[in-house]
């Protein structure tokens, strides 16, 4: 059973920083691209940042310049460090990936349990 484990979320005044890690047994982080979502109650969940199996990296527009995705194969974790946090920055922040599981390409997707952040004006 895979599990996603996401820690480094808390408490931050606005222009601070944070650390995100997100840990998983195995290798699945190092092989398959993985994502950070964010959500707050009554909207939906959205992409933050993705960081694929090549290591290349993309980020939602409010991110770019302020956010950097990055992946430590050997500890298979991949980080969401976070710099120049705003009130709005507030959410539950979710790891995720997907797997293939089979030839046909299905994909199986696999999420953490959150990890909240707050940041304070």
């Known amino acids: 059973q895979v599990q996603l484990v996401e820690s480094g979320g808390g408490l931050v005044q606005s222009g601070g920083s944070l650390t995100l890690s997100c840990t998983a047994s195995g290798r699945i982080l190092s092989r398959n691209a993985v994502d950070w979502y964010r959500q707050v109650p009554g909207k939906e969940r959205e992409l933050v940042a993705q960081i694929n199996s090549g290591g290349t990296t993309s980020y939602e527009d409010s991110a770019k310049g302020r956010f950097t995705i990055s992946r430590d194969n050997t500890k298979s974790t991949v980080y969401l460090h976070m710099r120049s946090l705003k009130p709005e920055d507030t959410a539950v922040y979710y790891c995720?990936?997907?797997?293939?599981?089979?030839?046909?390409?299905?994909?199986?997707?696999?999420w953490g349990q959150g990890t909240q952040v707050t940041v304070s004006s």
């Open positions: 995720h990936t997907s797997v293939v599981v089979n030839v046909e390409g299905a994909r199986v997707e696999h």
